[in-house]
């Protein structure tokens, strides 16, 4: 069963700069559709970003468009979010998750519920704040 862990998260000022990775337990990554997801508190769980799996196409929210940017490493057992220019409203915990054959073009790909991502990561904090 794919297990998904997420890192580098941490304290950053606005303006700054992560990179958050998601590793795939011994999957390579091409059948899958991954997606980003973040949930502030008191707030609910809501799509950032989203890669369809075999290369089919990126979504990107509008609050984070420009300004993050996904992307997978050599082997495709990593895919990393770039985030930049980041604000205090980015202040989340943020996760990962995985489907196969999903496409990330289709409505409604950022809703955490019904979009159909059955595999999540247990999340990695992101404080942006001075």
């Known amino acids: 069963q794919l297990q998904l862990v997420e890192s580098g998260g941490g304290l950053v000022q606005p303006g700054g700069s992560l990179r958050l990775s998601c590793t795939a337990s011994?999957?390579?990554?091409?059948?899958?559709?991954i997606g980003w997801f973040r949930q502030a508190p008191g707030k609910e769980r809501e799509g950032i970003a989203c890669?369809?799996?075999?290369?089919?196409?990126?979504n990107y929210a509008d609050s984070v468009k420009g300004r993050f940017t996904l992307s997978k490493n050599n082997d495709k057992t990593t895919m990393y979010l770039q985030m930049n220019s980041l604000k205090p409203e980015d202040t989340a915990r943020y996760f990962c998750?995985?489907?196969?054959?999903?496409?990330?073009?289709?409505?409604?790909?950022?809703?955490?519920?019904?979009?159909?991502?059955?595999?999540w990561g247990k999340g990695t904090l992101v404080t942006v704040s001075s």
């Open positions: 998750a995985a489907e196969p054959y999903l496409n990330c073009l289709r409505q409604g790909w950022d809703n955490p519920d019904s979009f159909g991502m059955n595999y």
């Open positions: 011994g999957e390579i990554l091409n059948y899958w559709a």
């Open positions: 890669v369809s799996s075999n290369g089919g196409g990126t």
